[in-house]
Nanobody, 127 residues
């Protein structure tokens, strides 16, 4: 059983940056993938990043080049560096984890459906 907790959300103006952090407790191994997804009011969950147990990452086109996911296994910590934010990035952001086998490919699409997730942290970008 994994427990995840996010922090670092807030309000920022368009063009600004934020870094989200997620800490976890519980057992994981190299077959666990971690990721971030977001959900804006009235919209479906949208994956924004994934990182696998070997450090491979992938992102959807909507955030590629602006968002960077990283993981510190020694600290049980996951981060999402978000740059060049725009109002369309406004949402509740969640970290999530699950055991996923095989190459990372486009598995970021699975992140919103991972078994383990935190409570979320709000990101608001004003124009």
């Amino acid at each position: 059983q994994l427990h995840l907790e996010e922090s670092g959300g807030g309000s920022v103006q368009a063009g600004g940056s934020l870094t989200l952090t997620c800490t976890w407790s519980g057992y994981t191994d190299v077959n666990y993938c971690f990721g971030w997804f977001r959900q804006a009011p009235g919209k479906e969950r949208e994956a924004v990043a994934i990182i696998d147990g070997h450090g491979a990452t992938n992102y959807p086109d909507s955030v590629k080049g602006r968002f960077t996911i990283s993981k510190n296994n020694a600290a049980n910590s996951l981060s999402l560096q978000m740059n060049s934010l725009n109002p369309e990035d406004t949402a509740m952001y969640y970290c999530a984890a699950d055991r996923v086998l095989g190459p990372i490919g486009t598995k970021y699409e699975l992140v919103p459906h991972f078994d383990y997730r935190g409570q979320g942290t709000q990101v608001t970008v004003s124009s």
